[in-house]
């Protein structure tokens, strides 16, 4: 399902097969888990063709979506919503337990 | 220690349960290879219980109607520590969600489930889930019998039960055996209690209909006494007429409550009625055999009477405050003389409700065998029950589990929220839950003011469908998204206790996240300044109305 084909800036985003995690598709048409590595669509169009090619690269991953994203004068990309923001980012407070982290 | 005092699986449950874990085992290695799209796997994982959320899978197991034995206890604890981060997450309808579960492990995840008479099949689904009772089961003062013997003649029942397990919607049974209702069985699709008529005969009030979510109702009572023995031909009627009235054209109108508002308790009840006399003499009468052979399962362990006046446990209160109140607010009476139940908190201040780590998980069991015959239960309000201990064991206990944190002396108390887990975990989350609950709890963190204020449910949903139950909170707090913020709006009067289940009243307007605090304290300042002796919180809301709260809250413009 398509999803923020609104004009703003987009990266593709899923989450990985395995485990679940919080992937972007970069520009090699490969799975990151690192938003500052996605592919960014400035337009409508350019995001249809990412999320296109984000079905075509979906062996790996669950639901390719676009999220909507801002970028700084730095380059620095931000999720634009908190739901996706939380999602490249984690958790917003401190998990009761640290200790037997095997998969951090 | 054996798990001599509830239910052990049989030959025909192991098998099932078995068989279960081998073909989730193939279904994830056929998803892994390819061999299955995600449109095809996905019906199948939640048909075991692993759902995706925002940054993993989540695997949410049943813990059948809240009772554990410390070696079951034990297990979860070393899946959490395999499989997961350390640590899980225990939700108001009694299960364990384990958050961060990869799909390559969820079948090894459930095999060691299965390995202690756990699944977490139908956790998931359009189908009968998780029965859910008493956290007082087989202890409480006030019981008149054991619900846990009929949640389990359920479980049996429904568990892949052909015909329910594709109903209109997701269907929940609580069960309670005491007058004074634990189990909040008027907000479930069907709920039932156990009382005694005016000839000493046990049965069930049938109430149907009830819930939360998007659309709350109270349930309605469509039988006022049920022989036990027709326990599940009554069900199985009922379920009968939801799946063949219920609504399938509109996701948020299927829920049976929507079904008995729409034609009626009166209709519900006649509809009920006409399709139980069809089968009430069928196979699903339930032999007094069938049913001894449950219950025996169930015996209590052999408590006999002891001192209720401890020494050492009188000179503790006097020397430790902390202790004191602990005995006040954590320490419930047990039905045989010189014993307590005992409630370990798992809301310390400022952290997660409802979340444990592998080591508290296991220390909880360490206590259980050392004090408490081996058994613990989880209640619906996201703490831990030790049901059996003497009283002379108190200070070891607290002791015990204050090396946990889990002796905070709030059960019951404005810091014992109930809290879904919100946007940091959940797909359907509009906002988050957690870390509210942690800023209400640091801030009224002091235990002496805890108890001036008494008692008094906060209860916090990060989306409508409620799982925080926030419809039933003294103080509800449903979290929502408005063109991208987060906000708050607050409701007041809720309440599940029997014969005075109330569904709480909006407040005014939301208010953003960094004045719910505020809005809390406000509250219970307008509490304090008007209560009368002995009222609690929500007595005191019901006698002056909203207005005093409203006005503090909000200001009188």
């Known amino acids: ?104 | 220690m054996p798990d001599t005092h509830f239910y052990r699986y049989d030959d025909y449950d192991r098998a099932l349960v078995g068989e279960r874990v081998a073909q989730f085992r193939d279904q994830v290695r056929r998803r892994l290879a390819g061999e299955l799209t995600e449109e095809q796997f996905k019906p199948l994982r939640l048909t075991n219980g692993l759902y995706l959320q925002l940054h993993a899978y989540m695997l949410r197991i049943a813990i059948p109607y809240g009772t554990l034995s410390s070696r079951q206890l034990r297990q979860l604890a070393a899946i959490a520590r395999k499989y997961d981060r350390g640590y899980g997450h225990f939700t108001t309808r009694q299960n364990l969600q384990l958050h961060w579960i990869r799909l390559e492990d969820a079948p090894d995840a459930i095999a060691m489930l299965a390995e202690v008479d756990m699944h977490s099949i139908q956790t998931s689904g359009n189908c009968v889930r998780n029965t859910t009772a008493d956290h007082f089961a087989g202890a409480a003062i006030d019981e008149i019998e054991d619900p846990r013997v009929w949640c389990e003649i359920v479980r049996q029942w429904s568990t892949l039960h052909p015909e329910f397990s594709f109903l209109p919607r997701k269907f929940k049974i609580a069960i309670t055996g005491s007058p004074n209702d634990r189990a909040a069985v008027r907000v479930h699709d069907i709920g039932l209690r156990l009382w005694k008529n005016a000839c000493d005969e046990v049965g069930f009030e049938v109430i149907v209909g009830g819930g939360l979510g998007r659309t709350p109702m109270i349930g309605k009572t469509i039988r006022e006494f049920l022989p036990k023995d027709e326990l599940l031909a009554y069900l199985e009627a009922t379920l009968r007429v939801y799946n063949r009235y219920g609504r399938r054209d509109n996701l948020f109108k299927a829920r049976i409550k929507i079904l008995v508002h729409e034609i009626g308790a009166e209709r519900m009840r006649e509809e009920v009625e006409a399709e139980y006399a069809a089968m009430r003499d069928s196979a699903l009468k339930l032999s007094p055999e069938t049913v001894e052979a449950i219950a025996r399962q169930f015996a209590p362990p052999v408590l006999r009477p002891r001192r209720t006046r401890v020494p050492e446990v009188e000179a503790m209160k006097l020397e430790n405050r902390a202790f004191a109140l602990w005995l006040k607010s954590n320490v419930a009476p047990h039905r045989v003389p010189g014993h307590a139940i005992v409630t370990a908190s798992l809301k310390p201040a400022g952290a997660p409700p409802g979340d444990a780590s592998s080591a508290q998980m296991e220390g909880v069991a360490d206590i259980a065998d050392a004090w408490s015959h081996g058994e613990i239960r989880v209640s619906h309000e996201q703490n831990l029950v030790l049901p059996h201990v003497a009283i002379e064991s108190l200070p070891e206990v607290y002791r015990a589990l204050e090396k946990l944190g889990f002796a905070e002396a709030n059960v019951g108390k404005i810091t014992d929220i109930i809290a879904c887990p919100g946007l940091d975990y959940c797909a359907l989350a509009n906002a988050r839950s957690i870390p509210v609950a942690q800023r209400i709890s640091n801030h009224f963190a002091e235990l002496a003011r805890q108890h001036d204020i008494g008692d008094l449910k906060i209860k916090i949903s990060g989306c409508i469908n409620a799982c925080g139950h926030h419809h039933v909170g003294h103080i509800g707090i449903l979290g929502v998204d408005k063109n991208g913020v987060e906000l708050y709006q607050l409701s007041l009067g809720g309440d599940v206790d029997f014969g005075k289940t109330a569904l709480g009243t909006i407040l005014g307007p939301a208010v953003e996240s960094d004045k719910v605090v505020e809005a809390v304290e406000a509250m219970v300042a307008t509490y304090l300044g008007a209560r009368r002796p002995g009222e609690r919180f929500v007595d005191t809301y019901r006698r002056i109305g909203a207005q005093p709260f409203k006005e503090r809250v909000y200001g009188n413009s």
């Open chain 1, 1 to 104: 399902m398509a999803k923020n084909l609104s004009g703003d800036m987009q990266v593709a985003s899923a989450n990985r097969l395995s485990d679940g995690a919080v992937v972007f598709l970069d520009d090699f048409g490969q799975w990151t888990r690192r938003l500052d590595r996605a592919a960014l669509a400035r337009d409508k169009r350019t995001a249809e063709i990412l999320l296109a090619r984000a079905r075509a690269e979906a062996a790996s991953v669950v639901d390719p979506f676009l999220v909507a994203v801002t970028e700084s004068g730095d380059g620095v990309l931000e999720p634009l919503s908190l739901r996706e923001k939380i999602r490249a980012s984690g958790l917003t407070f401190a998990a009761i337990a640290a200790e037997a982290v095997r998969y951090a």
